[in-house]
């Protein structure tokens, strides 16, 4: 029975038919049709996030899904300066970009098997239309899904090159049955173990960029008109705080010298807060210009003189300190409310002066009574020990 039903089998792989072109056509979109919903059983498509609004897949004619791909590996400024000097130190032979493409192959590897897991029966032609549109040359007409033509670039076209030997290894996996490109636990534990292993003093010098702006940004957010420059002057701070955080091995002098600019600008913006709380000055253009002067550290003339608002207040903080300084510190003097008031009234608004200066201006001819007026000045400086004098004097030499 064996051997009979072998012999059928080769008679039956022996006959032909012919059929019509019609027929043939039919048989063939049925054919494709079957071939289709079996690729469809053991390769589903998972992980799609959109529909691509005019790509299409270059065999099939689908249309292309855009894939849930996993999210970049995020790395600090020192990582990607770490990266760039190991990429630089590499070379340019083809040793150094084949060992480029297998650092870089992890996230290309992950993005490969995602859209295959989208876009079952995609080739290497449609993931480098979405994900390099560069390495896609455009061609002239359209295929026969309606889209335009084209080809790869020479460099992908390059024999077992990096995208192709990547993609050809690559699986229709879904981003989250993939291995994570960033494991958060195992970087917790290399950053805890980092900063374990490191001096308290090590530990306070890691956080020197963060304080210094921390620093810097509450410096800037404070408006004085009385300071117009105070904007320029953080500006200028900043620039100098860029170049310290840049290199990974920080320079404490750079450092030194940026909290000694912030401590002096801090000071002058705690001055001008403390004349303007002292002062009780509003906003008026008369009180700022009256404040940048006295910052400048010039002589000033109070608006209003000893009966304006600015006067009446300076002249009750010299009274206060008076009396402050002339407090009886003895518990017994202290009881007597009488002699206290009688002290107090004696009290003067102003202490006493350490020096008086005298400054006399006079317009009378000399050498004679019969030369020009000219202007003449002296200046006396009193003190307990000593007396100064500063003479200027003019002539008259013109009928000398």
């Not at 063939?28 to 799609?48: D, F, V």
């Not at 033509?149 to 699986?171: E, F």
């Not at 308290?200 to 620093?215: D, E, K, M, N, W």
């Not at 420059?229 to 320079?251: C, E, R, Y």
Request: glycine share 4%; with cysteine.
């Amino acid at each position: 029975m064996e051997i009979d039903d072998v012999e059928e089998t080769e008679s039956e792989e022996e006959e032909f038919f012919e059929c019509s072109s019609e027929e043939m056509a039919s048989d063939e979109i049925s054919s494709t049709r079957q071939l289709k919903a079996k690729h469809l059983l053991w390769n589903k498509p998972t992980g799609r996030l959109a529909k691509h609004p005019s790509l299409r897949l270059n065999q099939t004619g689908d249309p292309l899904y855009l894939p849930i791909t996993q999210d970049p590996v995020p790395k600090t400024e020192d990582q990607l300066e770490e990266d760039a000097q190991v990429m630089m130190q590499l070379g340019t032979d083809k040793y150094a970009s084949e060992m480029r493409a297998r650092m870089m192959s992890a996230s290309l590897l992950s993005d490969m098997e995602s859209f295959k897991a989208a876009n079952p029966g995609a080739v290497l032609e449609d993931f480098i239309r979405w994900y390099s549109p560069r390495d896609w040359v455009d061609d002239d007409g359209i295929d026969e899904w309606g889209q335009g033509k084209g080809h790869l670039s020479p460099r992908m076209m390059i024999p077992d090159n990096p995208w192709s030997t990547t993609w050809a290894s690559a699986q229709p996996v879904p981003a989250h049955r993939q291995k994570r490109l960033f494991d958060d636990t195992r970087e917790a534990e290399k950053a805890l173990h980092y900063l374990s292993s490191k001096r308290i003093g090590q530990v306070a010098q890691l956080l020197l960029p963060s304080l210094t702006h921390a620093a810097l940004h509450t410096l800037s957010s404070q408006k004085q008109e009385a300071l117009p420059s105070l904007p320029d002057v953080a500006q200028s701070i900043l620039n100098k705080l860029q170049f310290a955080t840049k290199p990974i091995h920080q320079k404490l002098q750079l450092y030194e010298e940026i909290t000694r600019d912030i401590e002096s600008v801090e000071a002058l913006v705690a001055q001008v807060n403390s004349l303007q709380h002292k002062l009780g000055g509003n906003d008026s253009k008369e009180f700022t210009s009256f404040l940048i002067q006295l910052m400048r550290g010039k002589e000033v003339s109070v608006p209003g003189g000893s009966r304006g608002d600015i006067g009446a207040r300076m002249t009750t903080m010299f009274r206060d300190a008076q009396k402050v300084a002339h407090m009886m510190t003895s518990a017994s003097n202290t009881n007597n409310d009488a002699t206290n008031a009688a002290r107090d009234g004696r009290h003067k608004t102003f202490p006493e002066p350490s020096c008086k200066e005298f400054i006399l201006r006079a317009i009378m001819p000399r050498p004679s009574p019969a030369s020009t007026p000219q202007p003449q000045r002296l200046y006396a400086c009193l003190k307990r020990d000593h007396i100064r004098l500063a003479g200027f004097f003019s002539e008259d030499t013109t009928f000398m």
